[in-house]
């Protein structure tokens, strides 16, 4: 087992090293236009100045929302906010406002065996 392990070992460096014999080497002429295409990439990135947006910051905000669906339902929700918030007239006594305001409906039960004589069971 360990002799077949050694002998693929032996021939996957018969492989790399024939790799390695036969890499080209890219001679200086090919590396300085690359060079020159590199600078020229930079050169054009440096001198590019960002487009600034023509559009209003009330539109980006309307687009950012999510258009006009969602800026009509922030706005239907902003207002009745408004309107549950002012229209309650005392905050503190909220509590006191819950409880005065349920009704509760007290029902007497009867025993359903109070008029029944249960002498007859009597042996």
Do not use: C
């Amino acid at each position: 087992m360990i002799d077949q392990k050694e002998n693929i070992n032996l021939e996957l460096d018969a492989f790399f090293t024939s790799a390695k014999r036969s890499v080209p080497i890219p001679s200086e002429s090919l590396k300085d236009k690359i060079r020159q295409d590199a600078q020229q990439e930079t050169l054009q990135w440096d001198t590019h100045t960002p487009v600034k947006s023509q559009k209003e910051w009330w539109r980006i905000l309307f687009e950012d929302l999510g258009g006009f669906p969602s800026a009509v339902g922030y706005g239907i929700i902003a207002i009745l906010g408004l309107f549950i918030g002012l229209s309650a007239p005392y905050w503190s006594d909220l509590a006191e406002q819950i409880t005065r305001s349920t009704t509760v409906i007290e029902i007497d039960f009867e025993d359903p065996f109070a008029g029944l004589n249960l002498s007859y069971l009597e042996g």
